[in-house]
C-alpha cells in the first residue's frame, strides 16, 4: 500500500460545502492559501487599522489629542485586532461554518478582556480610536474573506473507489471530476486529488500518485477530505479508533469542567425567577408536576436522571416503549406552555442543575433514553463511544441536524457526535455556543 504523508498544513484547510455547508468544489491552494494565512493578514491588518485610527484622529481630534492616551488605546485595540484574528482563523476551520457570521462573535469575545480592563481600572481612552480599532478590524476581515472567494479554486479529481464515490454521493453540490484511469491521472496538471489510501491499488495507481505528488499535485486521504466537508466520523471498524483518536484532551476536558460549573451556575442565579414563573405557568396549564424527570444513559454509559421542565400532558415514563420515548412533530401530547418552551428550548433550563452536578456538559453529545440508547447499541456499531464524554444540553449533531427520530438519521447524528469528540477543543465548542443562539432564536428544529 502507497503511504503518502500529507503536510500538516493540509490537513486543516478549510473546505466548507454546499448545501448541508455553504461552499464545496475547491481546495484552499495557490492564492487562497496565501489568502488565508495568518502571517501574511496579520502584518496588513496592522498597517490598515493604523492608518484608519491616525487618520482618523488626526481628522476628527486635531487639537484634542493626548499622545498618551491615544497610545495606550491604540495598543489595547491592536492587541485585541491580533487575538481575534487568531479567533476567526481557529473557528473558521471548523467544517460548516458561515464565515462572515463569525466575524462580529470573534472581534467582540476579543475586546471584551481589554474593554473590562479599562473600566475596571478607569483608565482613559479615546472612543473615536478605539471605535476605528474595532470597526477597522471587522472592515479589514471582512474584505479579506471576500476577496478570498473571489480568487478561483482548484477543481477536485477523484480516483474511483466505494468510499470517495459515497462522498460524491453524500456531498451535495461537490465540483469534482471522476479520474478516468491511470492516463488520467497522468494527465492532471493541477487540482488536488483524493484517493482511498487504505483501498488496496495496483502498483500502476501508486507510481501515477506519486508522480503527481512530485508534480506539485495534493492528494488528500478521502476520509480527511469527508471529515472536513460533513463535519462527520464515519468508524466502520476499530481500526478508526486509531489507538486513542477519539479520546479527547483531559487537560481541555478539565477547563471545560471548570467553565460548566461557573456557567451553569451563573445561568441558574440568572434565571432563578423566570424559572419559578415557567414552574408556575406549567402548574396552571395541566396537572402534574412542573419538572420533568427521565433516565438517560450519559458520561462512560452510566444512567442519570435529566431535569426538564414539562412539555407534555402525561409523564413518558422509562420502559421499553422506544416509540413513547420518540417526540414526532405535532405530537398531541405537548401542552401549549410546553410547545412555546420547547421553540424556545426554555424547557432546557433545569438541566443546568445536571451539568452543575457533573452529570451533564453544556455542550457534548445529547444523552439518549434508556430504552432508545440500548436499541441504538443494538443496531448502530460503535454507538457507544458516544459516551466517553459527558452528555451536552446543546451540540455539534444538534446544530447541524436538529430533531432526529429513524435510525438512519440517527446513525448520522452519531457520526456528527464522532466528529465533536475527536476535535473537541475550546474553538469548536464557542462555535457550537454562537450557532445554537442562532438556532433557538429562529426556532428551529424544536419538536
Not at 477543543?425 to 455556543?433: A, Q
Request: proline share 4%; charged share 20%.
Amino acid at each position: 500500500m502507497l503511504v503518502i504523508t500529507l503536510d500538516q498544513s493540509s490537513a486543516h484547510i478549510p473546505l466548507g460545502g454546499k448545501s448541508q455547508f455553504e461552499q464545496t468544489g475547491g481546495i484552499a491552494l495557490g492564492k487562497r492559501a496565501v489568502l488565508d494565512r495568518y502571517t501574511f493578514q496579520l502584518p496588513l491588518c496592522v498597517v490598515f487599522v493604523a492608518g484608519l485610527q491616525a487618520g482618523l484622529a488626526v481628522l476628527l481630534l486635531p487639537q484634542h489629542v493626548n499622545l498618551t492616551v491615544a497610545f495606550s488605546t491604540f495598543a489595547a485595540t491592536q492587541s485585541a485586532n491580533i487575538i481575534a484574528l487568531l479567533i476567526f482563523r481557529e473557528i473558521r476551520r471548523v467544517p460548516g461554518t458561515r464565515k462572515f457570521s463569525v466575524i462580529l462573535p470573534s472581534f467582540l469575545i476579543a475586546y471584551t478582556v481589554p474593554t473590562l480592563f479599562i473600566l475596571f481600572f478607569r483608565l482613559h481612552y479615546s472612543l473615536v480610536i478605539g471605535l476605528a480599532g474595532f470597526l477597522g478590524g471587522i472592515l479589514f476581515v471582512w474584505m479579506m474573506h471576500g476577496m478570498r472567494r473571489t480568487v478561483q479554486r482548484e477543481t477536485l479529481h477523484i480516483i474511483p473507489s466505494a468510499y470517495t464515490m459515497l462522498l460524491v454521493q453524500e456531498v451535495t453540490g461537490l465540483d469534482a471530476d471522476i479520474i478516468d484511469g491511470v492516463e488520467g491521472l497522468r494527465q492532471l496538471a493541477g487540482g488536488a486529488v483524493i484517493v482511498d489510501l487504505r483501498e488496496d491499488i495496483s502498483s500502476e495507481w501508486e507510481r501515477e500518485i506519486a508522480r503527481a505528488v512530485l508534480r506539485g499535485i495534493p492528494v488528500y486521504h478521502v476520509k480527511q477530505i469527508y471529515e472536513s466537508l460533513t463535519g462527520r466520523v464515519r468508524i466502520d471498524s476499530l481500526s478508526e479508533n486509531a489507538f486513542g483518536a477519539l479520546v479527547p484532551s483531559k487537560s481541555y476536558l478539565l477547563i471545560k469542567r471548570v467553565i460548566d460549573i461557573v456557567l451553569s451556575a451563573l445561568g441558574l442565579l440568572i434565571f432563578a425567577v423566570p424559572m419559578a414563573f415557567i414552574a408556575a405557568a406549567i402548574r396552571l396549564d395541566s396537572p402534574g408536576p412542573a419538572i420533568f424527570r427521565h433516565t438517560r444513559i450519559g458520561y462512560r454509559g452510566k444512567s442519570f436522571r435529566t431535569l426538564k421542565f414539562r412539555t407534555m400532558y402525561s409523564d413518558t415514563s422509562d420502559h421499553a416503549d422506544i416509540e413513547n420515548q420518540m417526540t414526532v412533530k405535532g405530537d398531541l401530547r405537548i401542552t401549549p406552555v410546553g410547545r412555546f418552551l420547547r421553540s424556545i428550548r426554555l424547557d432546557e433550563v433545569p438541566q443546568l442543575i445536571n451539568v452543575l452536578r457533573g452529570e451533564m456538559s453544556l455542550i457534548g453529545p445529547r444523552p439518549e433514553a434508556l430504552a432508545l440508547s440500548e436499541w441504538y447499541q443494538k443496531h448502530l456499531d460503535f454507538y457507544d463511544y458516544r459516551h466517553i464524554v459527558r452528555p451536552g444540553i446543546t451540540g455539534w449533531a444538534q446544530v447541524n441536524q436538529g430533531h432526529v427520530v429513524n435510525l438512519e438519521d440517527v446513525s448520522v447524528k452519531t457520526q456528527y457526535d464522532f466528529y465533536y469528540i475527536k476535535n473537541i477543543s475550546g474553538w469548536l465548542d464557542f462555535l457550537i455556543m454562537i450557532r445554537t443562539i442562532g438556532v433557538v432564536l429562529k426556532r428551529d428544529g424544536a419538536h
